[in-house]
């Protein structure tokens, strides 16, 4: 069980990694476009808005899936009681 739980800050760890990368990538791109076309200056705000959504996705997904893993973990205990009596 102690792996178990183990994996769910490893699971946030490299989800925000992939998320930093991906974001990283995204605003270079967005640098790339806004220096050749300036009219389209307003894709800073969009990729700002779609990269605070993407992390708050993942950090509730997060929340989530920790709950979930504390529950399923508590029914199981008490399974394992019931059996040992």
Same mark, same amino acid.
């Given at each position: ?27 270079? =791109?967005?640098?790339?476009? !806004? *220096?050749? #076309?300036?009219?389209?200056?307003? /894709? ?6 779609? @990269? +605070?959504?993407? =992390?708050?996705?993942?950090? !509730? *997904?997060? #929340?989530?899936?920790?709950?979930? /893993? ?6 199981? @205990? +008490? ?7």
């Amino acid at each position: 069980m102690t792996e178990a739980s183990q994996k769910p800050s490893r699971f946030l760890i490299s989800k925000l990694a992939l998320w930093a990368i991906r974001w990283v990538i995204g605003f270079g =791109l967005i640098w790339l476009v !806004v *220096s050749y #076309y300036p009219d389209y200056s307003w /894709l800073w705000w969009a990729g700002c808005l779609l @990269a +605070a959504l993407s =992390l708050a996705v993942i950090i !509730v *997904s997060t #929340y989530i899936l920790n709950r979930k /893993l504390g529950e399923i973990t508590e029914k199981i @205990a +008490a399974i394992d009681d019931e059996v040992s009596q």
